[in-house]
């Protein structure tokens, strides 16, 4: 299994009831292709810079980060493609966790040593 992170832009009205709907059934998905999900970050409903379907403005963004095997990433594609709740969907490769690196104190004696 390779870990994989997905944006997907979710044709919801925003609602908090109507995000929980979609990802259950984006959720049931990842599932059957024999795929686990690690993280979800809900983000937010934005508006699109550009609408080349009037009738969808806007939509809700959600990061996902998931491990499946590499051959389900093709079949995930096509059925969240015939799926109307999802808008558009892109997965990106190589995902590593972030980890904030704590900065160390620094000396007295380094800091002179800096400036010499």
Known sequence: ????????????????????????K?????TAQGGKIENITKMDKRPFARTPDKKVTSGFYVNIVLEVPPSAIEVLRSRFALNPVVYRVMFNTGVQAVVPQEEAPVSAEASTEAKA
Request: proline letters at 0%.
């Open 26 to 30: 984006v959720n049931a998905e990842i």
């Open 1 to 24: 299994m390779k870990k994989y992170e997905g944006l997907f832009i979710l044709n919801v009205d925003g609602s908090e009831d109507a995000v929980k709907d979609a990802l259950e």
